[in-house]
């Protein structure tokens, strides 16, 4: 057989599997065929979305289940043996794999990036198909690279947990949980992860944990957390095959019987002696604690939380978080070390696990201006406003205007109304007051909405016990109420609120941890319940901190202090005060909450911390200076770029000019192909098509005349006139009968629908075809499948001449 005539798959089923079982490859537990390892990126314009092509390796071999050490990557025989090497080596990059190979089906390219080989043996090396390195050669070669010797191969490939329902781990939660496994077989006893929140941090350490303690490297582990939520949700879902031998901490008397421990920080620890009851446990009763959210309150060296970790000093910790924090007096990566492994916000979006979002600036006058009171002037309450200049700082803290919170209240609700008014949304607010007064706000705004059901909108604070008990039902996918949700810090965190489509910034945010936080309540993908991506409404400019390198990056310290400056890096300012000063943030008690009552922003409702006057709107007016709207870029940043901008970029990544475009068009033989791959790379033609005609550009364009017309500035033509064009020239006098027939229905469904439908000869089973004969009678009056073809083919001709 010549195989240059083959495809890539034949030369994978004909050639490399059998080299590979020369080679002694078990086919069923170590090779794996088309391996698709990304979902593909969502890419949001408008009000709809599309997804980008995932990434898919032709072969992934692993030395047993989901622990992969090579990526081969197979190409046609009419191609270079290494035509395909560098698309490998990015697959390897990502699964963190160390030998790649290519093959055209004559012969195979292996690059070694593991820098194992003898001295003086090349990085890339052409072999023959029988040449292919058995796994035992490329295990050894494995275990070099990752440092471990003979009596810790075994215990690195510790079997996963496998629950019999096809449920794996995603590649970059197997790069999470190998890396830590290995740090843990080679004696780390400090080990950080550092994971996007909505990416599976509990799943990932439920794995870790079940690897170390069936394998009897780990026999009591301790799993801390500091919401009650995040203990309750981790033991019932996640965490549900260790059955009996888990247990959770409740109480002041410890039964030492279990093997796997979840607690709360607030559970096991207090003020005085007698309430830290984790010294009932020996220093030596856990040999592993898994720290979750490790960026709060364990990160700071004096916290009553370290101290837990400091009593079992001699176990292996390992912290789980989405955000490291580095300040003066509490650092994740100082205690912890540099991460074992890190996957990003940013990765996680690129590779379609995350859900995207865009963003909403609005700018208020006065926030942006500033506002200062009239001499003498009193507020609602009778208090002598003091005489400064306030700005968007003091907004809801020091100053409330009447006539800001019901503006900012009034743009929330036509958002929802212009979209979806039953899509979940979070306003985080600056405090307990704002949020219980921006709760009155959307209430009087929606007065139907809340005569549907009370609980459209709720407070859900701290200090509010109705409000509490409403979280469950807010992140419940399967409930429809509440529907907004008005807070301050209690839903910064560990909230999983897959379907949230609306976060709400009008808190004074000067936190990066804080910030991501806060942004991780939207990135959950919920397919089912139709939430591909979520928007962020601004009104604080707090989205300046996407700018900032420190948003999406490496998760480092960086500070360079000056002649007589301290070593240490400065504390961030804690939130909600602005100039970096005041008093320390409190710690949570045992039901997650904070001693004030309140949910962590130093001022509970009512109370009389701070001077806060009140402006009634009658007093004061505000309005809007500037609205726009920003999209998340392929390149990780905020981009603020018309539909047609994107649109011509996308388009002109592919065709360099309009020559290119129309040459690609009318070479393939199905026009479909072209309109997927420019959907691929982020066109979305309805939002596109819906653009164009709103500005007059045609209420029925084919993907043809979108692209001309947007892309290349060409006039474009309607669906219906390149029909009736068609139809002018006589097109249909060289076919007589039922032929022509179909022939005219075709171009009349291409008038209607497009050109994609009439390449599908399935069309003939739907009317009007169906008046004209049996699919099988039109297609053989076009002369079987292969006529339908051509004859679809030279209509096409005929439509784009």
């Known amino acids: 057989m010549d195989p240059s005539t083959l495809s890539e798959q034949d030369i994978s089923t004909q050639f490399v599997i059998p080299a590979l079982l020369r080679a002694g490859w078990d086919l069923r537990r170590q090779v794996r065929e088309q391996v698709s390892f990304t979902k593909g990126r969502i890419i949001v314009r408008g009000r709809l979305h599309t997804r980008g092509n995932g990434r898919r390796a032709d072969i992934v071999l692993y030395q047993q289940p989901n622990q992969p050490i090579a990526v081969i990557e197979v190409k046609k025989a009419t191609l270079a043996v290494g035509a395909g090497m560098q698309q490998a080596l990015d697959y390897a990059e990502s699964l963190q794999v160390p030998f790649v190979f290519s093959t055209n089906g004559r012969g195979i390219l292996f690059h070694d990036r593991s820098g194992t080989g003898g001295p003086g043996e090349p990085v890339e090396t052409e072999l023959g198909l029988d040449a292919f390195p058995t796994p035992q050669e490329l295990w050894r070669r494995w275990c070099l690279w990752r440092g471990l010797d003979n009596a810790q191969q075994a215990r690195a490939v510790a079997p996963y947990h496998d629950d019999g329902s096809g449920r794996a781990p995603r590649y970059y939660q197997l790069n999470a949980i190998n890396r830590t496994v290995e740090a843990v077989v080679r004696g780390q006893d400090r080990i950080l992860l550092v994971m996007a929140t909505g990416t599976g941090k509990t799943y990932t350490a439920f794995q870790i944990i079940w690897r170390l303690w069936k394998s009897g490297q780990k026999k009591r582990i301790l799993f801390l957390a500091d919401r009650n939520i995040l203990v309750d949700q981790t033991r019932t879902n996640d965490f549900k095959p260790f059955g009996a031998a888990m247990t959770k901490i409740t109480g002041r008397r410890i039964d030492k019987s279990y093997e796997i421990y979840l607690s709360l920080y607030q559970a096991v620890t207090g003020t005085d002696e007698a309430s830290n009851i984790y010294r009932q ?108 200049i306030y700005n968007q700082k003091d907004m809801d803290r020091a100053l409330v205007l009447d006539a800001r919170t019901d503006l900012v209240a009034r743009k929330i609700t036509e958002f929802l109304q212009a979209t979806d008014p039953m899509q979940k949304t979070i306003v985080f607010c600056s405090d307990i007051d704002h949020a219980e007064r921006m709760r009155q706000a959307l209430v009087n705004l929606n007065p139907e909405r809340v005569r549907a059901n009370r609980k459209y ?286 022939l005219e229905a075709l171009l009349d469904k291409y008038a209607d629908t497009g050109v994609e439908p009439i390449e599908d000869r399935r069309i003939l089973t739907l009317d009007p075809f169906t008046r004209l004969g049996a699919p099988v009678e039109l297609l053989r009056a076009l002369g079987g499948p292969a006529g339908f073809k051509q004859a679809v083919i030279a209509l096409e001709r005929q439509l784009y001449a």
């Open 457 to 742: 909108v709720m407070r859900i604070t701290g200090d509010d016990v109705e409000g509490k008990a409403e979280l469950d039902n807010f992140i419940d996918p399967e409930q429809p109420w509440p529907v907004i949700a008005t807070t301050s810090k209690l839903m910064t965190t560990g909230v999983d609120a897959q379907t949230c489509k609306l976060i709400v910034l009008d808190q004074h945010i000067q936190s990066m941890t804080e910030f991501k936080q806060i942004i991780g309540r939207g990135t959950r993908i919920n397919e089912d319940h139709g939430k591909f991506w979520f928007t962020i409404m601004d009104f604080k400019k707090a989205t300046e901190l996407f700018a900032d390198p420190a948003f999406d990056g490496d998760p480092v310290a960086v500070f360079e202090p000056g002649p007589g400056d301290p070593v240490t890096p400065p504390d961030e300012p804690p939130a909600g005060l602005p100039d970096g000063s005041g008093p320390a943030a409190p710690s949570p008690s045992p039901d997650g909450m904070f001693p004030d009552g309140g949910d962590g922003d130093g001022a509970g409702a009512g109370e009389g911390r701070r001077v806060k006057y009140r402006v009634g709107a009658d007093q004061v007016s505000v309005q809007i200076v500037a609205e726009r709207v920003q999209y998340y870029g392929a390149d990780g940043r905020l981009v603020t770029e018309s539909l047609r901008d994107y649109t011509r970029s996308c388009v002109k990544k592919q065709f360099a000019s309009l020559d290119d475009f129309l040459r690609r068009w009318n070479d393939a033989e199905q026009k479909k192909a072209v309109i997927d791959e420019l959907a691929a790379q982020g066109v979305i033609w309805e939002a596109l098509q819906e653009d164009v005609a709103a500005k007059g550009g045609g209420p029925a364009l084919d993907p043809f005349d979108l692209v001309c017309h947007v892309a290349f500035d060409r006039p474009p033509l309607t669906r219906r006139e390149r029909a009736d064009s068609v139809r002018k020239r006589d097109y249909f006098a060289r076919y007589e009968g039922t032929a022509r027939q179909v």
């Open 281 to 388: 446990f020996s220093p030596d009763f856990f040999d592993l604690v898994v720290i979750d959210e490790c960026h709060r309150g364990s990160a700071a060296e004096d916290s009553a939380w370290r101290d837990i970790l400091d009593h079992f000093a001699g176990a292996t910790h390992i912290g789980l978080t989405a955000t490291p924090k580095e300040t003066r007096d509490a650092s994740s990566l100082g205690y912890f070390g540099e991460p074992v492994y890190s996957y990003s916000l940013k990765q996680g979006i690129d590779d379609g696990f995350l859900a995207p979002y865009k963003v909403v600036r609005i700018d208020l006058d006065r926030d942006l201006q500033g506002w200062r009171p009239p001499q003498g002037m009193l507020d609602r309450s009778g208090q002598v406003i003091e005489d400064r």
